[in-house]
């Protein structure tokens, strides 16, 4: 029996064990470590934020992935030793025939140099602290930004911004926006369409953009970049800085030139240095030059499995690489989504992605409460 072993269980790890367990059948075990025990649903966090939401709406426990034959584990990953083919876990150790590396990146807010008057929706606590702090909020200056780079969803501060904005004028409030960011344009890297048309949504809504700002410090309601240009505020909202899993960062599969996020071939995803070993999600992002998005995690997790499956079963299983994207964003008065692809980025062959953004209508907001009910449904019904 093949045992594959499947590490974290967001977008990236849950698609690819379920995958596996439907393609391999009773072939192969397949084990999926993760430490919190459930499933999290990220693009909804913004919704938590603003009390759209609830944490537990968005959340399901991956002890229901047992029905489809895969063997949950709720542990801590402390250890991968891809030469002995063993994972180090705070529950015992694990041995493999595949590893799939899905440990995604983590949002880390202690990180900044910030005090209690930023707040930081990557993660549940961080959206329940900044609804604490948007309570009773009418009026005064709301400053939304990223600390440094990569951090996952590159559109969400301004979907951030979009929303708040939003939501405080419809208690009649009187709040300024500004979304502050390290690129000097809005969505600089995914070139100039997306800049051209960030700026438009920007300039609709009356949302300050000020770019080339690198924060330093973020305190007592002032914001001061690097640069040493400063910003008072009455509400700050940061995208915080983010690091590979400590398991990951200490182990061969790591790249210090990628801040010890793991290095795959883009052709197969696979590690160059271990041919049983796969990476996919937010841990291989910057190994491939892409965003962190959940879109990517779920297609590169699907190609994986069918290329293990097709290792193991010796059957061409017809699942390519889609290397493109959609995030769809709530911005409060109309929904919009972003698609772009970017397999010419990816090969080295352009510059940018190519994208294009669909929407800037109300039409659009359903669409996202649409896709969040199927992604829970799918998984764990
Ligand atoms: C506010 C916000 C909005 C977003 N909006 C979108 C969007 O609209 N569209 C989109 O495509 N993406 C969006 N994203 C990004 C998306 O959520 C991530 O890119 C995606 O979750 C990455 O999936 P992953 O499986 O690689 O990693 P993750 O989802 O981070 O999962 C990693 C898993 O590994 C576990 N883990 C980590 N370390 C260990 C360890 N040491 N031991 C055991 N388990 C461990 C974690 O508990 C976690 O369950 C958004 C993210 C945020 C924060």
């Not at 934020?49 to 959340?59: A, K, L, T, W, Y």
């Not at 499956?309 to 390519?320: C, F, I, N, S």
Request: hydrophobic letters at 40%; charged letters at 25%; a negative charge.
């Amino acid at each position: 029996m093949t045992k594959i072993l499947v590490l974290g269980g967001g977008p990236g790890g849950l698609v690819a064990a379920h995958n596996l367990a439907k393609l391999l059948k009773d072939k192969a075990e397949i084990t999926l470590v993760d430490k919190t025990g459930y499933h999290l649903f990220p693009p909804s966090l913004l919704w938590v934020m603003v009390g759209q939401r609830e944490p537990e709406d968005i959340m399901r426990p991956l002890s229901r992935l047992s029905k489809h034959g895969i063997k949950v584990v709720e542990a801590s990953v402390e250890e991968i030793d891809p030469d002995n083919s063993y994972v180090g876990t705070s529950a015992g150790r694990l041995d493999y025939d595949y590893l799939i590396v899905a440990l995604g990146s983590a949002p880390r807010p202690d990180l900044m140099n910030a005090d209690e008057t930023v707040c930081s929706p990557w993660t549940v606590e961080g959206a329940l602290d900044c609804r604490r702090k948007l309570a009773g909020f009418k009026k005064g200056k709301i400053v939304v930004g990223a600390w440094d780079w990569p951090y996952k969803c590159p559109p969400a501060p301004f979907e951030t911004a979009f929303l708040l904005k939003y939501v405080v004028e419809q208690r009649a409030g009187e709040p300024e926006v500004t979304v502050t960011h390290f690129w000097s344009e809005p969505m600089e890297p995914f070139g100039p369409y997306m800049v051209e048309s960030f700026k438009k949504f920007l300039d609709m809504y009356g949302v300050g953009f000020r770019g080339g700002f690198k924060p330093a410090e973020a305190k007592s309601g002032r914001l001061v970049a690097e640069s040493g240009e400063a910003i008072e505020y009455d509400l700050a909202v940061f995208a915080p800085p983010h690091t590979p899993p400590k398991a990951v960062a200490e182990s061969p599969l790591a790249d210090e030139s990628i801040w010890g996020y793991m290095r795959v071939d883009w052709r197969t995803l696979r590690s160059p240095k271990y041919d049983n070993v796969f990476g996919v999600g937010d841990i291989v992002a910057p190994s491939l030059g892409l965003g962190m998005a959940g879109i990517f995690a779920h297609f590169q997790a699907e190609f994986v499995a069918a290329q293990i499956a097709d290792e193991v079963l010796g059957t061409y299983m017809g699942e390519h690489y889609n290397m493109s994207g959609v995030c769809v964003m709530d911005l409060g008065y109309v929904g919009a989504a972003v698609y772009c692809d970017f397999s010419g980025k990816v090969k080295g062959e352009s510059k940018y992605p190519d994208c294009v953004i669909l929407g800037g209508m109300r039409a659009f907001r359903p669409l996202k409460y649409a896709f969040e009910r199927y992604w829970l449904e799918k998984w764990f019904a």
